[in-house]
């Protein structure tokens, strides 16, 4: 792959749990980027939510983060990363996407520094692209989710991977919205030929409901959340009357 742009491949997100589907978005992805020919992944990073995010049923992202690393343990690329989940606030995507861009940038001219000039490699910075499902895109369309400038820069400087899931049209969305539209060529759309419709959200009612959820998670997570007792009707409860947070921050902030 000499020649090639490194990237890196950065999913937020609840991860409440992390299930198969949310593991299987990186393997797509770096099947798909490599087949352009232009891009070697290098490495992906899970970056579970904060508990500010305010979304209901959300789980402590202690037990968040512990399920993503268990569930992790055996990937020699893609890590979990706590940055983003030990914030005091929710922090939006955009400034995650920055400050993990920073630390591979830093990362990189370190190690450049630290190379002799005969040796030093012809590639340039790694990018860092924003991995999302083809849920994610319709996001963009929710009054009050989005500041304008932060699409325009997520999409514009970084980049989209978007996997499609089940009967969404990513595509559409591209198409209904001028940012996207203008920005097309920074989004790459990976179609999933195998369907897998595994949902966190499906994940958490069964639980509830004392149904068997193996094979949808890792045996480790699902030991992890009976040894804890997540996911039960109280705790679906949590955060049950509250606003999301970046539709009561973005209102603070405007």
């Not at 409440?16 to 949310?22: A, D, E, G, M, V």
């Not at 990189?108 to 630290?114: C, K, P």
């Not at 590639?123 to 369309?141: E, H, I, N, Y």
């Not at 049950?240 to 970046?246: G, N, V, Y």
Request: aromatic residues 8%.
């Amino acid at each position: 792959m000499a020649g090639r742009i490194p990237l890196v491949l950065l999913a937020c997100g609840s991860f409440n749990p992390i299930t198969y589907q949310h593991m299987r978005l990186f393997e797509l992805a770096r099947d798909h980027m490599h087949q352009t020919g232009q891009y070697q992944v290098i490495g992906g990073i899970v970056s579970p939510v904060s508990d500010r995010y305010g979304k209901q049923g959300l789980a402590l992202a202690k037990h968040r983060l512990a399920m993503a690393r268990m569930a992790l343990q055996n990937s020699d690329w893609v890590i979990v990363d706590d940055w983003e989940s030990q914030q005091p606030d929710w922090t939006e995507t955009l400034v995650t996407m920055r400050y993990h861009y920073s630390r591979i940038a830093e990362k990189y001219q370190r190690r450049i520094s630290d190379t002799p000039l005969e040796q030093k490699p012809a590639s340039c910075v790694p990018q860092l692209k924003l991995l999302c499902g083809a849920d994610f895109m319709d996001t963009f369309k929710v009054p009050g989710l989005w500041r304008e400038d932060h699409i325009e820069e997520v999409v514009g400087r970084f980049g989209l991977v978007c996997v499609s899931r089940g009967s969404l049209e990513p595509d559409r969305a591209i198409h209904e919205s001028d940012t996207l539209c203008r920005h097309q060529q920074n989004i790459f759309l990976v179609r999933e030929w195998i369907h897998n419709e595994i949902s966190a959200t499906e994940i958490r009612r069964a639980l509830r409901r004392g149904l068997s959820v193996k094979y949808l998670l890792p045996d480790s997570v699902i030991q992890y959340i009976k040894e804890h007792n997540l996911y039960t009707h109280d705790s679906e409860l949590m955060n049950k009357d509250s606003k999301l947070r970046p539709l009561t921050k973005q209102t603070v902030e405007d």
